[in-house]
């Protein structure tokens, strides 16, 4: 009895160091960038919401055709924990600024700037787009590679399943 | 169907102006057991040719003629083109090059080498790139060197935050190589792994960005402005890229 209550205390204690560790060690906490009006964005701030983190260029014509769903996505989980943040990597401010312009969807949701591109050795992104999903201790629950329709059931469900507490 | 290929491809070439002299010519290769089929570019008016270049498809889009070749065949070079997938019954896929026979594909290198002077050089697109790899260990072709358009010589296809591995035959690459990099691609964020293990074989290895493009664009059906005018002069990219294989050579 005693031997499975010191077990049970055991488990009990890694889990939550666990916990706490993965939020303190994420990558996504440690990311600061400028979005397209020059003003530095730090991830660290949206500690306790799900985070849909996308890599993503404006030659990438795959990236930007999940752009509108992505929106829709982001209009879907209004008021909820969820933040979808771009991360345009390897391209300078005006590059991405004149992309916006011509783009037919207002995107809401934050575009930053990785002008050299540290986050594509960070996150080991070979192609794009690619995306990221963080559960809001900032752990890392699923990688998804190349583009998706994100407004549709499959990609809805990760995300309300990421949100349930 | 061979000889319609043919015929149509002798017509395209008859009627454009632009490649007036070069005959592309569907043939085949016959090492041991395997017939290698290929497509061939020169230029009939050339007395002798400056040299070969073995030039490997990547694993996507259909084996058709490249204008790029077309080029360079007029410009004093003989291009051969192998269909190493129809040649070993493998799918056009990413897996597939790690599946073709090397002694094959050596013995082919020597096969199509006209005489013991003509230099020979590989150009591998993508995961061409693997095939040329593996080719270039083949000491009695004398390879003068590999130009890697985009290289992917990966093991299996990355998966980030996953340590990568390289194809074997990428740490012994003993031949000067020369990288075209697209800057328009997430591979240029990943070049210094690819040049360190090209060089673990003792390998001279030298990149070159090209500005506005895309990975493959001189192949690509999305091909942009930027792009249809690059690959309008892309042959001159891959002159240039011999004439640095040959001062590696000299080093």
Redesign the interface.
Known sequence: MKNKLLTLCFSLALMLTSGVASATNSPLYGLSFPNVDQQEINLSQYKGKVVLLNFWATWCPPCIKEMPSMQRLQEKFEGQDFEIVAISAGETQTAVESFLMELDTELTFSILLDEKGRTFNEFGVRGLPTSFLFDRKGKLIKVISGSREWDEDREVNMIEAALKP | MRHLLLLCLLAATLFSPGYAHVLVEEDSAQIGETEIPFLRYRDTTAPNSKGVLLWYEPHYGDFKAQPVARRLAEHGFIVIQPNWFEAFFLPRSYASFGEMDDQVMNDFVVHMKPNQSTPVYLIGASRGAVAALKTQTSRNAQIRGLIALNPSIYKQK?????PVTFVDAAAHCSVPVVILQPK?S?????MNEVEKILTTGGAKVRSVFLENV?DGFWQRP?ITQAEVARKAVFHQDIIAAINTLETLNEE
């Open positions: 990355p998966e980030p935050f996953q328009q997430t591979r240029i964020w990943w895309r999305d």
